[in-house]
């Protein structure tokens, strides 16, 4: 059984910073893909970030501000935000490409509030 568990989100006011973690464990071979969607309230969830096993990054509506990265000896993901905004105001969820015995599946974390005051 493989989980991923989110950390980090919390209240901030704009401008102001926040990182969030991911660590997955269970029963992993190897991870591919792993990254960030968020779903802010009345709207559709979105891709934040993507990062392979290998280090390219991909980034989606966040204007740089945003950095991903990930420390594969520990299965973890990371997000650094800086320079919020209060629409940057969402759920934050996890998402990882894991090998398990069988072959690849995605997995999702059960999220992480991120709340940004104006």
């Known amino acids: 059984q493989v989980q991923l568990v989110e950390s980090g989100g919390g209240l901030v006011q704009a401008g102001g910073s926040l990182r969030l973690s991911c660590a997955a464990s269970?029963?992993?071979?190897?991870?591919?893909?792993m990254g960030w969607y968020r779903e802010a309230p009345g709207k559709q969830r979105e891709l934040v970030a993507v990062?392979?096993?290998?280090?390219?990054t991909n980034y989606a509506s966040v204007e740089g501000r945003f950095t991903i990265s990930r420390d594969n000896a520990k299965n973890t993901v990371y997000l650094q935000m800086n320079s919020l905004k209060p629409e940057d105001t969402a759920v934050y969820y996890c998402?990882?490409?894991?090998?398990?015995?069988?072959?690849?599946?995605?997995?999702w974390g059960r999220g992480t509030q991120v709340t940004v005051s104006s």
């Open positions: 269970g029963s992993i071979f190897s991870i591919n893909a």
């Open positions: 990062v392979t096993s290998g280090g390219t």
């Open positions: 998402i990882a490409n894991i090998r398990e015995r069988l072959g690849y599946k995605g997995y």
